[in-house]
T-cell receptor, first 115, second 110 residues
């Protein structure tokens, strides 16, 4: 399968624990995006990378959140000291930059539940 | 403020009906996407358009740039079309970062 892959699919954690999610984009895609989606809402932008450079971060991304894309391939999103409000679906998407109109391909998401 | 609004929020239709979902946005965009999300989270891109009209099978998407409005139509709807349909836009100057609407939950019954 050459689509966008996210792991794990589900994560249940206790408040205060750290969690890390992984996203493997489509191999030739140089842009990678993280979005967060809560129940009944559309996804909200968190951050994006072009190759290994993190070009933009949303104000939603508090200092407990950090994202990396060390070699310009896969990306990780870490949440430290999780809070119940962090419970959401975390979606990754990738695209190949060329113009601003490139099509995005989404992963299936990681569903985080903080107890 | 860059906003995207969709209507209706929920839609129930009988199999075979013609369905229209609407999306309006507040400021200039570089592209508009229609996406489909099934239970479990996976999002599939249906259309990306910046002008005019696109058709794929029973799905048709139109956009009116002057009126800042787009519609997604489904002809001869089928229960397998049941999903959440999301409109998302790239506002001018924001690269590919998408701003999403809250989605329209479609249920097609037999």
């Amino acid at each position: 399968d050459t689509g966008v892959s996210q792991n794990p699919r589900h994560k249940i954690t206790k408040r205060g624990q750290n969690v890390t999610f992984r996203c493997d984009p489509i191999s030739e895609h140089n842009r990678l995006y993280w979005y967060r989606q809560t129940l009944g809402q559309g996804p909200e932008f968190l951050t994006y990378f072009q190759n290994e450079a993190q070009l933009e971060k949303s104000r939603l991304l508090s200092d407990r959140f950090s994202a990396e894309r060390p070699k310009g391939s896969f990306s990780t999103l870490e949440i430290q000291r999780t809070e119940q409000g962090d419970s959401a679906m975390y979606l990754c998407a990738s695209s190949s930059s060329g113009t601003v109109r490139e099509k995005l391909f989404f992963g299936s998401g990681t569903q985080l539940s903080v107890l | 403020k860059n906003e995207v609004e969709q209507s209706p929020q929920n839609l129930t239709a009988q199999e075979g009906e013609f369905i229209t979902i609407n999306c309006s946005y507040s400021v200039g965009i570089s592209a508009l996407h229609w996406l489909q999300q099934h239970p479990g989270g996976g999002i599939v891109s249906l259309f990306m358009l910046s002008s005019g009209k696109k058709k794929h099978g029973r799905l048709i998407a139109t956009i009116n740039i002057q009126e800042k409005h787009s519609s997604l139509h489904i002809t001869a709807s089928h229960p397998r079309d049941s999903a959440v349909y999301i409109c998302a836009v790239s506002f001018t100057g924001t690269a590919s970062k998408l701003t999403f609407g809250t989605g329209t939950r479609l249920q097609v019954t037999l």
